[in-house]
């Protein structure tokens, strides 16, 4: 062709240097972004003139087993977007503050010229503390030097302490993995001065409340190239490619290596794509597709085959082999509590017999006691706690009966409940009968109660179904097609391929799911019915198995260490940790727009399933299996110098005081009385989060009840009919914080409402850590450059505050106090043995006896002078050992080593302490002292576990016993975190982590209430909210949900199921106001309609639309399309109410807001229960979640758009 | 025989997340300036949909590319000559409404608002005019078939499916999609360059990479009209056109793209294909239906001594020819036969190959449930959803046999790794479809290798640049050593 001409003239290409001039730049730095996204993806900042000007993926990562694809490269288009915000103008760049407030606060000052007395006179000034607060949003921001800014903040932390008591200052800061001590920055800080944190996790609803459960477990699930190591996946309620995108490779290549992939989804999404097959279950129904899946394997692959490798599995790692009584209830037979080995003669006088329980022996037939209880935890004695075929109390060798089958006394008949269509069915189920001191008792095995609940029919009579075919019978084939729409031939198909591949595999089964599941109502039963089929073909502990759950950076690694510098109890313990989820639902008021749970939730009637949410708290809180700060309805401090006048002159003497006080009804819980003045928390910190928007469900009711400002709810409230214990207040409190902080790098939602805004460094210009539970690294996040402009980070943003507060406390508070700490029945100790039954003190039904039946109280002394002080130097404590999920170890020998870095050694009161005043200093520590970062840490933790479990697993740390790890390690290049017992997967030669492998092949046991992983929930609470055995329950209706109680559809609306996905544009809000995001989206976050649904209203594409019911309204453009079912629409979460958010015409013209404006918390309250095995509260653990999938919506047209 | 070096690409859809991660690294780094703001060098569409620019596909709108006249090819629309003509206006070019008009937003507004009585907002404003606007279009406006009905049903690669084909595809239990990310071809036969008026397009001798001369453009946009990719942009700002340049800095020294670099998906393979430029004018203007086959026949076996002596004695560097041998490209291209050209029936002989993508296997609606079963393990080739021909229209000129061969190789790879790692399907499931693309098993573990495991440097297979040499021609190589980086920056001459 003569028109292709090779230049050779070597001067036409010299301009080729203008492109080379730009690739050009002068360093590179390793960093991470700390956002909730799960990531942990490890990134090279480009630096050139001094500015970061881009970003490109590390490629360094350590290759695991050869077999696995590597990880390379990690990161989104989220991620790789990050430097935009860098030098945007949405980038906070100095402190600013509320006009209205600074001039309130200024012309106080300037009249008594003290800081404390001028936040006094506002605060006891209604009229001015009323004017500011409803200035929040509404602009008027103004510039102010950092002191100024820190004056305000340290006179606001001083005043509430001493006028409510420290308990009235909290903080939200969520998923501290990924970015740790910016996390711990805040929370040390609150913990010194005696605040609270509020938890995230249950929050956000990421929490999978099975998992606890079934395994006693926060999460633990594989990383994501174990995913490869799969050869069936099942994915349902997670959209790989949208929310997991730097780890759907693994997805895709194990499907060019033989994997199966089926893909659960209503809309044919991202991930649909990669699906061998598609199946549009309906919205929320999963739960029913897989009871009929358990059907087919229970039938096929238990009963008629008895597939070898399930049924040795089932026998040993389940409780499948479990003796459980069956009781007479009003005539009918059910299932009841599983039976205690203290009852049986046999076992009648061993320790903590009400905690041990029983097997039979195939042998003898006689009735064994295995190992491994919570009982064998916690009954001071070492070496039994284990999963041997061993009779822990006896030491003799046993093989579990799974089934009394071929081996009854009689055959009863049981009865079992269908929620789905409300059938009750009796059920033929063999029994033994067992002599103890209160006469027979019939019991049967979990196995067995399971083959009846799930309707196979092995000849013992009753209401079983006869066939597949049968619809109206739980839970055949044919029956779930009523709720899913999916018909019965694909789930005999799927239930098929799913048992042979496990069977050849030996396990290599797996669910991945996320967030599209685990926000219903009804996640925790959805959950267990898939978890069923994995763990019924030995899915569970094996690599390429397991549930895997990804929603949320739950995953903080080195979480021994970590936790101590976080809460501040290398000084005093111990913390105020909070379950958000009741907090909100009670502080921001939602408990006062919110019906009788029974009466949406699906429950049998019954004393207990049929109290309201409320007054669930208040009961939970009062027995110590929830923690509620504001405690009481008077100032802690307050309470212990009435103590002391009254006598108390001993810790103890005050804790019997209150006690005394709590049971006369002269002192409250805050939570009977949330809507008094004394009750409302007072000053709230947000940092790494959108505590007002992304994670504010209720929004608008935050909008009211704590800003005092605007908001767009219609809501009525109706709970004055239904709440017995928590007092009704006709008047509904306005505006409950004095002030809201915020640290933050970007002008969003939570910024633009704060009182104060800190500029906050970004993830380029800081030092910090970062760890996932997607991935086995520990991330370094660096500065590539100085924080820009004024910010700072995060751990020197708290340290000034602690700095500014500790001044003023030296002539405001100078001498110590003492609080006192309300602390719920802990996890992970003996209040797992606590109640095994459920008794109110309050009602008389038992004594007030802290830790036992109430919650704990614990006296701290608190000197405020000192917490600065505390807050920059790592404290003693340390050398009372460390440790996570049950596990500890010594490390005083590590503690005295660090003062032997004489750089890095701060004096106090001549006493040497490690410094961790620098953010490096403090990475530095949680390194040094993790046993996941230090190898002769993780090996003396493993002797630990080897004492208690009379297990060998030493060997699991042997060759890391000489590695240590250091920020400036990570630094160089991605570090593989090491074995521990802090974690139950294994990492040995490069094998990738895959949850419970440790317990599987080492036969540690669960931390639940038999050692092994739980068919049955046999709690009082759970057997009267008929959830005690696996079941599916409906979705609750939109017509007693009561979101569309004064919202009505007229003409042109109409009602649709509104989905709230993770989404592709943005990790919740961050990244999704950035230009690139923006452009390569729509511009805002539109909501999804079907063609169908549309057409209906009249709606064309990008056509702008309001979506809004009771709670709120958000405003958007239609994004109409073809991949989404009718009745359902999308808007991902999550936008801001920061752009292009148009007034809203249904709510009076006013600004409209984003997703969470139209959602509001429903509590399911049989997640409250505690002090009962893994039932029992932790951090981020245990308690009710924030769902917000049932929602409906009317969506309409709007005719005009205004802004 | 003139072989010559160049270095091609395959993307393999079937791993395509369509996350975009490619087209904002590219951004990032090359496009985010005054007068590039709507240049996605790097971009990805959604199929079906119409992409972007909207309908670039179809040429009947924007004559890009060649056609066939005769025994010979001539551009379809802007030649030099055309051109010319059409100077002041050239009715084949996209304008502003076919790309976006781009935008940003008032941020600003967040600090600055006064108190109010109600909250302050950052509108959307227009990065042309300042002024506020509703967005209509962007760069990914269909996005995960955003808009079904005004863009995913308008796809021009649809044309020829009959009425209740194309009403399948969009009934929601039928229905599927896919992403197509695109960036420059780097063409053999590249109508930019022939289109261009000022010579200033030119395909460099060592790699084949298309540039356009930033000091010798004279905006004369017929690279615009002529490119029927869509890839070659108008800057407004600096009055130049410009194009992806396959980051040749990166690749000069080692380094791959940044979109391939970027790829989470690790869906792209970069690598050297040896060809013959005496054969290029013959085969853009074969028949249609021979297109595709004779454009693999213009690439050479790398290890065939002849191949190896004519390379060499055209002045290909040794390197070069040991990185062609080892190359992902010439695996997925020719050995295998799983990667085909984008439109080869735009003639332009492009040089970025595509592995087209397996779909989920169809279901069926009955009385209103919902049913997805399959006679074998994964279900036939001919049950996935999007029609055969439908992908035929975008990779091989309408030949639905070269597609669906493709598809059952890597079915039959898919079923031989089953075989080798779980080892539960009937033997006869895995033979058959073996048997029937000649697939054996060292084959079809190669394969496997390349898709499942590839490290970064089995991806990108990237030849060395001997910079040193293009340097000696005019320079000291010592003294570039010292002198290298010193000089002013000075912004392109506008225009004319």
């Keep these: 062709m003569s028109w292709i001409k090779d230049l050779i003239s070597p001067k036409t290409r010299q301009w080729e240097e203008f492109y080379r001039n730009r690739w050009q730049h002068d360093k590179v730095v390793r960093s991470t972004h700390g956002v909730n996204c799960t990531g942990g993806c490890s990134w090279n900042i480009h630096v050139k003139d001094g500015i970061v000007v881009w970003e490109t993926q590390a490629l360094d990562y350590p290759l695991l087993e050869k077999s696995l694809p590597p990880y390379e490269p990690r990161g989104c288009q989220r991620g790789i977007s990050f430097s935009w915000y860098l030098y945007s103008p949405i980038r906070v760049k100095y402190p600013m503050i509320r006009g209205a407030l600074i001039d309130a606060f200024n012309e106080e000052k300037a009249k008594t010229g003290d800081a404390l007395k001028a936040w006094e006179n506002i605060q006891t000034n209604p009229e001015v503390r009323a004017r500011y607060q409803r200035a929040r949003g509404k602009g008027g921001f103004r510039r102010v030097s950092w002191d100024d800014a820190k004056e305000i903040i340290a006179a606001s932390n001083i005043y509430t302490t001493k006028k409510y008591g420290p308990d009235r200052l909290v903080g939200f800061s969520p998923i501290p993995a990924m970015s740790m001590l910016s996390y711990a920055a805040g929370s040390r800080f609150l913990q010194l001065m005696g605040g609270v944190n509020l938890s995230f996790y249950d929050w956000y609803c990421d929490l999978p409340n099975s998992f606890p459960e079934i395994w006693g477990e926060q999460t633990d699930v594989a990383e994501s190239a174990d995913w490869y190591n799969s050869k069936f996946i099942a994915c349902m309620g997670a959209n790989l490619g949208m929310t997991r995108t730097p780890d759907v490779h693994f997805f895709s290549e194990s499907r060019h290596n033989g994997t199966k992939t089926v893909v659960f989804s209503p809309d044919f999404n991202m991930v649909a794509k990669y699906a061998d097959k598609w199946v549009p279950v309906h919205a929320g129904q999963d739960g029913a597709f897989w009871m ?102 006896t030491g003799k060798p046993y093989d579990p009966v799974l089934t009394l089958l071929d081996n009854n006394d009689e055959v009863l008949q049981v009865e079992f409940v269908e929620y789905g269509q409300n059938k009750f069915a009796q059920r033929g189920v063999p029994v033994k009968h067992i002599k103890t001191a209160d006469g027979t008792l019939k019991v049967t095995t979990v196995y067995d109660l399971m083959m009846a609940q799930y309707g196979i029919d092995r000849g013992l009579g009753g209401d079983y179904p006869a066939s597949y075919e049968e619809k109206d019978a739980a839970y055949t084939p044919a029956w779930q097609e009523i709720f899913t729409g999916i018909g019965p031939e694909t789930v005999m198909q799927f239930a098929r391929e799913w048992s042979r591949t496990a069977e050849t595999t030996n396990g290599k089964c797996s669910i991945i799911i996320g967030a599209g599941i685990n926000h219903w109502y009804h996640n925790n039963l959805i959950y267990r019915a898939g978890t069923m089929a994995l763990m019924l073909t030995g899915c569970i502990g094996v690599n390429g198995g397991g549930m895997n759950h990804y929603v949320g950076q739950e995953k903080l690694a080195p979480s021994d260490s970590w936790g101590a510098i976080m809460s501040g109890k290398d000084w005093q313990a111990p913390p105020r940790l909070q379950q958000t989820p009741i907090w909100h639902y009670i502080n921001s008021d939602q408990w006062r727009y919110d019906g009788n749970q029974a009466d949406y939730n699906t429950v049998p009637k019954n004393d207990f399933s049929g109290m309201h949410s409320a007054d669930m708290v208040a009961k939970a809180v009062r027995n110590g299996w929830m923690p509620f700060y504001p405690q009481y309805n008077k100032n802690n401090l307050e309470i212990v110098k009435d103590a002391e006048k009254a006598g108390a002159s001993s810790d103890e003497d005050i804790k019997k005081y209150v006690v005394e006080k709590l049971k006369s009804k002269e002192l409250l819980h805050a939570v009977v009385e949330p809507d008094e003045e004394i009750s409302f928390p007072r000053v709230w910190y947000i940092w790494r989060g959108n505590a007002l928007m992304s994670s504010a469900k209720g929004h608008e009711f935050f909008m009211n009840h704590y800003l005092g400002t605007h908001h767009n709810s219609v809501a009525d409230e109706v709970a004055d009919q239904f709440v017995k214990d928590v007092k009704w207040r006709s008047e509904s409190p306005k505006g409950k914080m004095d002030l809201i902080v915020n640290l933050n790098f970007r002008m969003d939602t939570s910024a633009l409402y704060s009182d104060i805004v800190l500029p906050a460094a970004s993830w380029y210009e800081k030092t910090d850590l970062n760890s996932t539970d997607m991935h086995s690294f520990i991330h370094p996040l660096s500065a590539a450059i100085d924080p820009v402009w004024e910010s700072k980070s995060d751990w020197v943003i708290f340290r000034e505050i602690a700095k500014a507060t500790s001044e003023l406390a030296k002539t405001h508070f100078a001498k110590p106090v003492k609080d006192i700490v309300n602390v719920p029945i802990a996890h992970d100790s003996a209040g797992e043995v606590a109640q095994s039954e459920i008794k109110d003190w309050s009602k008389g039904e038992c004594e007030p006896i802290p830790g036992k039946t109430m919650h704990n109280i614990v006296v701290v002394e608190r000197d405020y002078t000192k917490v600065y002080d505390k807050f920059i130097r790592l404290g003693p404590n340390i050398k009372n050992g460390l440790g996570a999920h049950g596990n500890s170890y010594q490390c005083t020998d590590f503690y005295e080593q660090m003062l032997d870095d004489r750089n890095h050694v701060s004096k106090l009161d001549g006493k040497e302490y490690p410094s961790i005043y620098e953010d490096e200093e403090a990475a530095n520590a949680v390194l040094h002292l993790s046993s996941l970062t230090n190898g002769e840490l993780a090996h003396r933790a493993y002797k630990v576990a080897e004492k208690k479990t009379g297990l060998t697993l030493c060997d699991l740390s042997e060759g890391n016993k000489n590695v240590r790890m250091n920020y400036k390690d990570l630094q160089t290049k991605p570090h593989r975190y090491l074995n521990s017992p802090v974690w139950s997967g294994l990492l040995t030669d490069g094998r990738a982590y895959s949850a419970y492998t440790y317990n599987v092949e080492r036969l540690v046991p669960w931390r639940t209430l038999t050692g092994r992983q739980h068919f049955y929930l046999d709690h009082e609470g759970y057997i009267k909210f008929g959830e005690h055995l696996p079941t599916y329950k409906p979705s609750p209706k939109p017509e007693v949900y009561g979101e569309l109680r004064t919202s009505v559809a007229t003409g042109k609306a109409k009602m649709l199921n509104v989905l709230t996905p993770h989404g592709k544009w943005h990790i919740h809000s961050t990244y999704g106001d950035t230009l690139r995001m923006l452009t390569l989206s729509r511009g805002m976050e539109p909501c999804w309609l079907s063609e169908e649904d549309a057409a209906e209203l009249g709606i064309k594409d990008n056509d702008w639309v309001e979506v809004f019911n009771d709670n709120g309204v958000y405003c958007t453009r239609a994004c109409v399309s073809a991949r989404i079912p009718k009745g359902i629409c999308i808007v991902y979460h999550s936008p801001e109410r920061t752009y292009s958010i148009p007034k809203s015409q249904v709510r009076g013209n006013r600004r409209a807001g984003g997703h969470n404006s139209f959602t509001r918390i429903h509590l399911k309250p049989n997640l409250m229960v505690g002090g009962y095995g893994q039932f029992t509260y932790h951090f981020n653990y245990w308690g009710p979640v924030g769902v917000n999938r049932d929602t409906h919506v009317l969506i309409q047209k709007m005719d005009k758009v205004e802004f | 025989m003139d072989i010559r070096s160049q270095i091609a690409m395959v993307f393999h859809l079937d791993k395509c997340i369509g996350c975009h991660t490619c087209s904002i690294a590219c951004k990032n780094i090359w496009t985010d300036r005054k007068g590039a703001e709507y240049m996605w060098w790097n971009n990805v569409e959604t199929k079906p949909g119409t992409g972007y620019p909207s309908k670039w596909e179809d040429q009947d709108i924007y004559k890009g590319g060649w056609e066939k006249k005769g025994g010979s090819i001539k551009l379809k629309g802007a030649g030099k000559f055309k051109g010319l003509k059409n100077m002041f206006h050239n009715p084949n070019m996209p304008v502003l409404d076919d790309y976006y008009e781009p935008w940003t937003y008032q941020y600003e507004h967040l600090f600055e608002a006064e108190e109010g009585d109600d909250q302050p907002v950052a509108r959307p404003v227009s990065l042309i005019t300042g002024e506020p606007i509703t967005p209509k279009a962007g760069p990914n406006w269909d996005d995960d078939l955003g808009g079904s009905q005004e863009y995913a049903r308008k796809d021009v690669n649809s044309r020829n499916l009959s009425a209740a084909e194309q009403e399948a595809m969009f009934q929601l239990e039928r229905m599927s999609f896919h992403y197509l990310p695109r960036i420059c071809n780097h063409c053999l036969n590249p109508a930019c360059v022939a289109a261009c ?18 000091k010798k453009c004279r905006a004369w946009r017929m690279c615009v009209t002529a490119c029927p990719y869509k890839k070659s942009y108008y800057n407004w700002n600096t009055g130049k056109s410009e194009k992806c340049l396959l980051c040749y800095p990166r690749v000069e020294s080692g380094q791959a793209p940044a979109c391939m670099h970027s790829c989470v998906g690790r869906i792209r393979y970069l690598g050297v294909l040896l060809y013959d430029a005496d054969k290029i004018e013959a085969v853009a203007s074969c028949n249609e239906s021979d297109l595709v086959q004779k454009q693999l026949d213009i690439y050479l076996d790398p290890n065939d001594p002849m191949v190896i002596k004519m390379a060499r004695a055209n002045g290909i560097p040794e390197s070069t020819l040991t990185s062609a041998q080892k190359s992902p490209v010439y695996k997925f291209v020719k050995k295998w036969g799983l990667a085909l050209p984008l439109h080869p029936e735009f003639r332009t002989l492009p040089n970025l190959f595509y592995v087209p993508p397996l779909l989920p296997t169809m279901a069926f609606v009955e009385n209103g449930t919902y049913e997805t079963t399959s006679e074998s393990f994964w279900g036939a080739i001919e049950k996935s959803r999007l029609p055969m021909k439908y992908l035929a229209n975008l990779f091989s000129a309408g030949n639905e046999k070269t597609i669906e061969t493709v598809l059952k190789k890597l079915m039959a790879v898919r079923l031989h790794r089953r075989n ?51 340097m000696e021609m005019l320079e000291s190589t010592a003294d570039v050593k010292g002198n290298t980086g010193f000089g002013f920056k000075e912004p392109p001459e506008r225009g004319m």
């Design chain 1, 292 to 393: 009929a899946v358990v059907h087919v394997i229970l039938k096929e692959y238990h009963y008629e085959k008895q597939t070898p490798y399930f049924i040795d599995y089932t026998k040993r790692y389940t409780d499948s082999p479990f003796l459980v009584e069956v009781n007479e209830e009003d005539g009918k037979l059910v299932p009841g509590r599983m039976l205690r080995a203290g009852k049986v003669k046999k076992y009648k006088d061993i320790e903590k017999g009400d905690w041990k329980f029983l097997n039979i022996d195939a042998e003898s037939g006689d009735l064994v006691c295995p190992g491994g209880s919570s009982g064998h935890r916690w009954d001071g004695k070492d070496g039994n706690w284990n999963m041997k075929f061993e009779d822990a109390e």
């Design chain 2, 420 to 470: 080798e790692t779980v080892g539960d399907l009937p033997e006869k499931e895995v033979s058959d479809p073996m048997g029937e693309v000649k697939m054996d098993k060292e084959t079809a573990d190669a394969i496997f290798r390349l898709t499942s495991l590839p490290l970064f440097d089995d991806r990108f297979v990237i030849p060395a640049a001997h910079r040193e040499e293009a």
């Design chain 2, 197 to 214: 008026p000022s010579g200033a397009i030119y395909k460099r001798g060592e790699d084949g990479i298309v540039l356009i001369n930033q």
